[in-house]
């Protein structure tokens, strides 16, 4: 241990002593999240680097259905909500008329490769210039914890109670690799919020993915794959673990496709 | 010395096509289906990102469409998808979404008949998918009944007008006759796009990105406090009754000495005008009561002309269902009946005359 001398909470709080302070692109709204739950993680990520790049005034952020609906109760930016899965398709109609914004989407697993698979396919297909974030939690969290595309293999949910049989119930879907090999993407990875290291490494992905849509190349798209300790019913610390254990096998972190 | 006319042959479809270009659309997002597909045809020859910086855009889908216009109607843009009815049935879920948000925005229904794939051919069988709120939730869309192709370019420009006036979705409910046959059109000059300045000066809701004198701009139609999302849908219908009070409007040809009238709207109305004239040619009085906007309905014309006629024929490519309307203005006054083809079969005039002889003449005399 480093001989620190300990301070008092007031001499914390203290203007000189504060090392960090959230951006003032989070509002002072309390997150909806459950307590451990990766989603605020990301918001606060994706909100530091549009701070950081000054960029608040050109953003205009879409959220669709899932448990990250009220993403707009915390995002201090101008933000549409949509309808669920068509959250790409809202973003194209933005970006083609507001062609100078920077139009990004928020969406869950369930959003995103199942009720929205064709929208997502299809603006990734078409390049547009907008920058998906999609976090995969492998479950349908907002609804109450049923089987996603994404789940794993024999992995429990309310709709799969027996685990997910791939027999009947198909195979979790790679939905990133699938549109990473389309030529309309530009910028593809995989991430995950769950250690201070991950953190940082998800923020300079984020950040490539903000600044990539300058340049008019096509969509980039960051998976951050989370946990969702309510639906996997885990404690938070047991969600992280069993998310390394489990999910990481099958999402592999790290890019997947990159400028070249 | 006032200019000479531009005066063209077109298409109903394309008509629309070029009255949307020409009321400063900024955005049209579709999906070919017959029989409207002339509409993104004729905007892509048209080369508009040229002509005036409108973007035209084929998406994936009906579904992928109608959100798209959301995208672009929550920016404060003027923006517009097209289709028939099968394509218009899927994207109920993103009208009843604009309806929440209020969004304003054009769409055009060139119906073909149904249920299921039914038939490329014209039908009215969409009235009450229009007029009702097709989607879930309480909520209407204004809807304008073009009966010419010079309707069909008009009606562009006066459904913008309108759903920006109120921040409404604008249906204008045709048909495959109207949006196939050629007439010719009377063109007005290009009204400009807006700026992006003028847009947030216009419209303070829009997303147009937070800038610091101003709150973030939030579009969404959710609300989970009950008497919040109560306030909000007791908002929606305030708007719907000031619609009701301002908006309708009508043409009545030959209802004054009118003994028997036709209500019927877009081609039911023009072959009821010649049903009309044929009618009068024998002796018979007859006048034509057209809605124009089919909600907000007229109402009220209908109460007064009920008092006066001995009979109402309403008369739609559908099984009936514009008559419960007509019913509700008449409130009893006088008899109704309804004459209908389905599966796209446009009545003949003769046809239409001879129907309201058998129904409202001949049984007077035997009576
Ligand atoms: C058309 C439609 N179908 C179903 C729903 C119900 N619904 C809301 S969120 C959701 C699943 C969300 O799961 P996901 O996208 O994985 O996000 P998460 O909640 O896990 O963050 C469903 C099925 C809906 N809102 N709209
Ligand atoms: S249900 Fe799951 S995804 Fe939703 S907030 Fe809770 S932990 Fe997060």
Redesign the interface.
């Known amino acids: 241990m480093l001989d620190t001398p300990t301070l008092t909470k007031e001499e914390i709080c203290k203007p000189e002593n504060l090392v960090y302070s959230r951006t003032h692109l989070m509002t002072d709204a309390p997150l909806s999240y459950c307590p451990g739950c990766g989603h605020g993680t990301i918001h606060r990520l994706i909100m530091e680097v549009i701070d950081e790049l000054n960029m608040q005034a050109d953003t205009i952020g879409v959220a669709p259905v899932g448990c990250s609906v009220l993403a707009y109760e915390f995002l201090n930016i101008d933000m549409q909500q949509a309808a669920h899965g068509r959250a790409p398709a809202v973003a194209t109609g933005i970006k083609r008329l507001m062609p100078n914004k920077f139009v990004f989407t928020y969406q869950g697993d369930g959003d995103l490769a199942a009720i929205g698979t064709s929208e997502t396919i299809h603006a990734c297909n078409r390049g547009e210039n907008i920058t998906i974030f999609f976090v995969n939690n492998g479950i349908y969290g907002m609804t109450g914890g049923q089987m996603a595309p994404t789940t794993l293999p024999k992995m429990k949910t309310a709709t799969s109670p027996f685990g997910r049989d791939v027999e009947t119930m198909g195979y979790p879907l790679k939905i990133t690799e699938l549109i990473a090999m389309l030529p309309g993407t530009y910028f593809v990875t995989r991430q995950s919020v769950h250690t201070a290291a991950n953190v940082r490494k998800a923020k300079k992905a984020i950040q490539k993915a903000i600044e990539y849509q300058k340049l008019n190349k096509g969509v980039s798209f960051v998976e951050i794959v989370s946990n969702c300790n309510s639906g996997w019913k885990m404690t938070p610390v047991e969600s992280n673990k069993w998310m390394e254990e489990n999910m990481f096998p099958y999402y592999p972190l790290g890019d997947i496709k990159v400028p070249q | 010395m006032s200019k000479t006319k531009d005066i063209r042959l077109m298409k109903g479809n394309e008509a629309f096509a070029e009255g949307i270009i020409r009321a400063g659309c900024?955005?049209y997002?579709g999906y070919p289906i017959t029989p409207q597909s002339e509409v993104l045809e004729y905007l892509s020859v048209q080369k508009t990102k040229e002509r005036t910086g409108m973007?035209v855009?084929q998406?994936?889908?009906e579904?992928?469409?109608i959100?798209?216009?959301?995208?672009?109607?929550?920016?404060g843009?003027r923006?517009v998808t097209s289709s028939s009815s099968p394509g218009i049935s899927l994207m109920q879920?993103?009208i009843s979404?604009m309806a929440g948000?209020e969004l304003p925005c054009l769409l055009m229904n060139v119906v073909r008949g149904g249920p299921g794939l039914g038939t490329i051919q014209p039908s009215q069988s969409d009235y009450f998918q229009a007029v009702k709120g097709g989607g879930h939730g309480d909520y209407k869309m204004i809807v304008l009944a073009p009966a010419s192709v010079q309707e069909m370019y008009d009606f562009a420009k006066l459904g913008f007008d309108l759903a920006f006036k109120y921040r409404i979705q604008v249906m204008i409910l045709s048909d495959g006759a109207i949006g196939q046959m050629m007439e010719k059109v009377e063109l007005d000059e290009q009204i400009p796009r807006l700026t992006?300045a003028e847009i947030i000066k216009k419209y303070p809701w829009a997303?147009?990105?937070?800038?610091?004198d101003r709150e973030?701009?939030?579009?969404?139609?959710?609300d989970l406090n009950p008497v919040k999302q109560e306030i909000m849908n007791r908002k929606f219908q305030e708007k719907f009754k000031r619609v009701e009070e301002n908006e309708v409007r009508f043409e009545s040809i030959h209802c004054d000495d009118a003994e028997y009238l036709f209500v019927a709207y877009g081609s039911s109305a023009r072959v009821c005008e010649k049903a009309m004239q044929l009618g009068r040619d024998k002796g018979i009085k007859i006048g034509l009561l057209r809605p124009i906007t089919l909600f907000p309905f007229p109402y009220e014309e209908v109460a007064r002309l009920a008092k006066q006629v001995e009979g109402i024929l309403t008369v739609e490519m559908s099984a009936g269902q514009m008559i419960e309307d007509v019913r509700l203005g008449a409130n009893g006054a006088v008899h109704i009946e309804h004459y209908g083809r389905l599966g796209g079969i446009i009545p003949a005039p003769s046809e239409v005359l001879n129907v309201l002889e058998e129904n409202f003449i001949k049984s007077k005399v035997y009576a």
């Open positions: 900024d955005g997002f973007i855009l998406a994936e889908s579904i992928a469409s959100h798209m216009v959301y995208g672009g109607a929550a920016c843009k923006v879920e993103g979404f948000t992006d997303t147009t990105g937070k800038t610091a973030r701009n939030i579009i969404t139609s959710l």
